[in-house]
């Protein structure tokens, strides 16, 4: 058969490459298209869309730094840091900013009683604030930027809204004016007279309207501030988020996060402010992560149960607080109590010991054979992954799946002959494992040594002694070896009960265990 000519093999290359990047850009558009995202401004999921194709602008509502934080500040960056891993997983490029308000009255107060500068003050917090997201061990946002660094944009942001009269200075005070833009209250569902009759707002004698809040305020004796064309003063609390955000991402963004404290008035007066100075819409899209109480009661100084972030991390570990706070939906309250902790400890101690028997079977067997069922079926779940994520991010469902593919592992690999299949099996399974647990922050532990971990924090947890078990452990192998079985199998029960499994080793060793239901989940 003569070859085919040159100019029919060119344009059939260029139909096949055509189509083929076609296939995939259908695909990847499918893919981002199915994401839906429940957008709290018009309370409804919405479709995910971008104002910049394959790209996404993301601001998040970082902290205030005059003290050390608590676990519930520590929901939003781990949730956040999900919604962006889950996006670069759909192939987008993530703009992420995460801020800092380093300057505040409650940071000039705390400067105050420590008869510190504030400036040190909140350079302190961020200092020791990086510490604890650093113990996360999760990537950094793209920007982390201080508002004190944003004066002049914060500036010129009041200055047009002074001239195109949404804002007014009376007294070193400039104010927005509420009733200057029509839409206010439409994140909150707030309506202005029902505020004003609540009775909700702080009198101030320098406000036309009692519910105009503050963009620049004055800075009087030894208070940090600023020159301005209003006098020394600083800026209020709304207008450094519109004034970064704008500057890093622009006027219109595609998302805008936060705890749902932040909802009213924070997010409400962003957006009065913002859209007004620029005349188009802030944010496509309004996320919120929900609060974490304790014991059914929100966490305060007053009732003494906050727990600081790093203490936790410290008696635990910054895994089980990541599963903890990821195992409820963003958008649920989530309750906080020891119960919670131990399933958290519970259900990693199930995924990293099938982990590390994956990891003990790649060692043992050299060569590999593809098992298409358990291909297929990494496959599904894969899909089933999407399908859930892409429906407002349900964590829970997204766990579900992987405590499936735990459980068809465990019962295609505990106590089986080790086969060339079985290690592709195992590979297949670590891959999944390691790939999704990228995106939730999770399961990169070294699984032998985390699990010992784990299990002595289960111990204790439930007031087991670990000496009072080794001395069971020694008590049950010195009978084995006096040949009394009886009372060797009386001490095994009773090891039992407490909730441990016992495995005597060849070498003579008995190793204990944490007894666990795979089965559940």
């Known amino acids: 058969m003569s070859p085919l000519p040159f100019k029919l093999v060119r344009k059939l290359n260029f139909f096949y490459i055509y189509h083929k990047f076609s296939i995939e850009k259908a695909y990847k558009f499918t893919m981002n298209k199915n994401l839906k995202l429940f957008n709290s401004l018009s309370k409804e999921k919405e479709v995910f869309y971008t104002n910049k194709k394959g790209n996404v602008s993301m601001y998040v509502c970082g902290p205030t730094v005059y003290s050390l934080?608590?676990?519930g500040n520590f929901r939003g960056p781990i949730f956040f840091n999900l919604v962006r891993n889950w996006l670069e997983h759909l192939k987008y490029k993530v703009k992420y900013v995460y801020n800092y308000t380093d300057i505040d009255d409650k940071i000039i107060d705390k400067a105050k009683i420590e008869k510190l500068d504030a400036k040190i003050i909140s350079q302190k917090y961020i200092v020791e604030f990086e510490k604890d997201y650093a113990s996360l061990k999760i990537p950094k946002p793209s920007f982390t930027p201080k508002c004190t660094d944003y004066i002049d944009d914060i500036i010129i942001f009041i200055s047009e809204l002074i001239d195109n009269h949404f804002a007014y200075y009376n007294n070193g005070h400039v104010f927005f004016s509420i009733k200057k833009f029509d839409n206010y209250g439409k994140l909150s569902r707030k309506n202005v007279d029902d505020l004003l009759v609540g009775h909700r707002v702080k009198i101030?004698?320098?406000?036309?309207?009692?519910?105009?809040?503050?963009?620049?305020?004055?800075?009087?004796?030894d208070n940090p501030g600023w020159e301005s064309p209003w006098g020394y003063g600083r800026p209020g609390w709304h207008i450094e988020?519109?004034?970064?955000?704008s500057k890093l991402l622009g006027s219109n963004i595609d998302i805008h996060g936060g705890g749902i404290d932040l909802l009213f008035p924070h997010h409400e007066n962003e957006i009065a402010q913002s859209e007004s100075r620029f005349k188009t819409s802030f944010s496509n899209f309004w996320v919120h992560n929900n609060l974490i109480n304790f014991d059914n009661q929100k966490m305060s100084k007053s009732l003494g149960n906050i727990i600081k972030a790093r203490d936790f991390i410290a008696d635990y570990n910054s895994e089980i607080l990541k599963i903890l706070?990821?195992?409820?939906?963003?958008?649920?309250?989530?309750?906080?109590?020891e119960s919670q902790i131990n399933n958290s400890i519970t259900n990693l101690i199930k995924i990293y010991s099938s982990i590390n028997l994956a990891d003990s079977i790649i060692v043992k067997q050299k060569n590999q054979k593809e098992n298409l069922d358990f291909k297929n079926f990494v496959h599904r779940c894969e899909e089933k992954i999407c399908e859930f994520m892409n429906n407002d991010f349900n964590t829970p469902g997204f766990f579900s799946i992987i405590f499936d593919s735990i459980r068809r592992f465990n019962l295609l690999a505990v106590n089986k002959k080790i086969t060339p299949e079985l290690k592709y099996i195992s590979l297949s399974f670590l891959s999944f494992i390691k790939k999704y647990g990228k995106i939730l922050g999770l399961f990169n532990e070294n699984s032998s040594e985390f699990l010992s971990e784990l299990s002595l924090l289960l111990l204790k947890n439930k007031n087991i002694s670990i000496t009072h078990l080794e001395e069971l452990i020694n008590k049950r192998n010195k009978a084995r070896k006096e040949k009394n079985y009886k009372l060797s199998d009386e001490i095994r029960n009773e090891i039992f009960e407490l909730g441990i499994e016992i495995k005597d080793e060849p070498d003579g060793l008995t190793k204990w265990s944490v007894k666990v239901d795979f089965k559940k989940n």
Request: hydrophobic share 40%.
């Open 204 to 221: 101030n004698d320098n406000k036309k309207n009692p519910l105009d809040f503050v963009l620049w305020k004055p800075s009087n004796g």
């Open 241 to 245: 988020c519109s004034a970064m955000s």
């Open 325 to 337: 706070i990821l195992s409820v939906h963003y958008r649920s309250v989530l309750n906080f109590n």
């Open 69 to 71: 934080l608590h676990i």
